[in-house]
């Protein structure tokens, strides 16, 4: 798989789609939390302020909010696409929902663009 220099909209919504394990640098997050994190993309949209973000489960990684926010590891994050500076798929594909999935949206979401569908969801 390519690794892309910033994540493309397209990349974001293919990796959804497809359920495809990503390994992205990020650089949004203040006070030392830049670095490389393990993530499942799950939802991706529009922030109330106007921002493309995407919801995933961090697997592991440089979470700021887990160093500093008791946010622990594994658990849900939202990044804005502007700041992951690289986007890799992984041989890994993830198939079941995590704890507190919600498959109508993001509450942290003005409009949703695509949202994961799992074929488990009764």
Same mark, same amino acid.
């Not at 497809?18 to 997050?29: A, E, L, Q, R």
């Not at 946010?71 to 804005?80: A, D, K, V, Y």
């Not at 919600?102 to 942290?108: F, L, T």
């Given at each position: 798989f390519p690794v892309t220099i910033c994540a493309? *909209? @397209?990349d974001v919504q293919d990796s959804i789609k497809? &359920? &495809? +394990? %990503?390994? %992205?640098?990020? =650089?949004? =997050?203040d006070n030392g939390g830049k670095g490389y994190r393990t993530i499942e993309p799950v939802c991706?949209?529009?922030?109330k302020k106007g921002n $493309? +973000? $995407?919801r995933a489960w961090e697997q592991e990684g440089s979470s700021w909010s887990a160093q500093n926010k008791g946010?622990? $590891?594994?658990?849900?994050? *939202?990044?804005?696409l502007d700041k992951i500076f690289t986007f890799q798929p992984t041989m890994d594909n993830f198939t079941e929902m995590r704890p507190g999935y919600?498959?109508? @949206? =993001? &509450?942290?979401m003005e409009r949703v663009i695509i949202n994961a569908k799992f074929d488990n969801i009764v």
């Open positions: 493309s *909209l @397209g497809k &359920k &495809k +394990v %990503i390994s %992205i640098y990020y =650089d949004g =997050d991706v949209g529009y922030s $493309l +973000v $995407l946010n622990s $590891l594994p658990g849900w994050r *939202l990044f804005r919600n498959p109508n @949206g =993001d &509450k942290s």
